[in-house]
């Protein structure tokens, strides 16, 4: 897998051209069948983290600090955790059904017989792709995160969307919009290489195409998971204002 990896980044930047016009149309597709399920996902399971959070702070009597605290869950890990598990589940298994029905149907070695190389056709542009919308993906969920809380805090909380939107403020950095943009970005990328490794090693039919779309999917949540904390950990000790409510 680190191996797939060293290839797809050395010979993306070696000749970088030739596969931008498929890395295009990945991108539309992933943008078409993430929007949606991407957005919902944010909207339901964020309202719930605000409900929780409004319920919290309502015993501290702190309904006030909702906007410091939306900052620290919406911004820093429920946006990001989303956009990886919506990726993984509907792109990540689509590129290694793909991918493991040609390496059964034997299409990669043709390929290769003919002189072409199928990393660069159909690895690539799929791995860059996932990785930049990840990060673009990141953008929509984080917002609409900020409108779950907005309203949330007028249904629930007793307090105003001013004290909601100046406590976020007061809290929000540079280093957590931009962290969040490139943690997202990392978790696409190893998304398209796991799962792309899968089904380039595909093998024994159809049944075996299936169980590599299960542990591709699996392992990408995995790695999502572990990504998340250690990103987290290094970014909150390189910035300790992070650790700092305001």
């Known amino acids: 897998m680190c191996q797939l990896l060293g290839q797809v980044i050395y010979s993306a930047v070696r000749n970088p051209r030739g596969y931008w016009g498929d890395t295009l149309e990945e991108m ?92 660069r056709m159909l ?37 105003t969307n001013g004290a909601y939107i100046d406590s976020m403020s007061h809290n929000l950095y540079a280093a957590d919009v931009w962290g969040a943009e490139l943690k997202t970005l990392l978790a696409g990328l190893l998304i398209g290489v796991i799962c792309s490794y899968k089904g380039l090693n595909a093998g024994g039919g159809p049944e075996g195409v299936g169980r590599a779309v299960n542990q591709a999917v699996v392992t990408s949540f995995a790695m999502v998971w572990v990504l998340n904390f250690f990103f987290n950990a290094i970014a909150q000790g390189l910035n300790p204002n992070l650790l700092t409510q305001r």
Do not use: H, Q
Not at 133 to 157: E, I, K, P
């Open 123 to 159: 690895v690539i542009p799929r791995v860059i792709a996932t990785a930049v919308m990840c990060a673009l993906l990141n953008c929509l969920t984080s917002f609409v995160g900020v409108l779950v809380g907005l309203l949330a805090v007028r249904a629930l909380a007793g307090t």
């Open 28 to 119: 539309y597709s992933l943008l078409r069948l993430c929007f949606w399920p991407a957005t919902l996902s944010m909207a339901g399971f964020g309202f719930l983290i605000c409900v929780m959070g409004v319920g919290l702070l309502t015993l501290l009597g702190a309904n006030n600090r909702m906007g410091a605290f939306w900052v620290m869950a919406d911004i820093r890990e429920i946006a990001a955790f989303m956009v990886g598990m919506v990726v993984a589940g509907v792109i990540g298994t689509s590129i290694t059904a793909d991918l493991g029905a040609r390496k059964v149907r034997e299409e990669l070695d043709a390929l290769k017989v003919l002189g072409m190389d199928p990393i």
